[in-house]
């Protein structure tokens, strides 16, 4: 999880508590239905976390996903690459080669 993501819930969690425990101390109800908001408040904010865990989740694969084109894409960039620098080391290579057997003919005569 990123650190801003971290942080976030770290805080909608320690609301939550802060907001159960202010409750409770100051409930004008009886514990029976003090009891009940607290765990209708819980149930809400377990929806809330879990939706945001899918929100997340679902932004990591679009992540990975892009990263892994983006990898692929370069994988075949630099395989393209290597094929041009390949055919430019045989180019002189040649060059060299036909120098070389130039020279060597003019040193047999």
Do not use: C, W
């Amino acid at each position: 999880m990123s650190n801003n993501t971290s942080t976030t819930l770290i805080a909608i969690l320690t609301g939550a508590a802060i907001g159960a425990g202010l409750g409770i101390l100051f409930a004008p109800d009886k514990g029976s239905k003090t009891r009940g908001k607290i765990k209708e408040g819980y149930k809400d904010a377990s929806k809330d976390l879990k939706f945001k865990f899918d929100d997340l989740s679902g932004e990591m694969k679009q992540k990975l996903k892009s990263a892994k084109l983006d990898l692929e894409e370069t994988y075949v960039d630099l395989l393209s690459d290597m094929s041009h620098k390949t055919e430019d080391v045989i180019s002189f290579l040649e060059i060299k080669l036909a120098e070389l057997k130039e020279q060597n003919a003019r040193l047999q005569k």
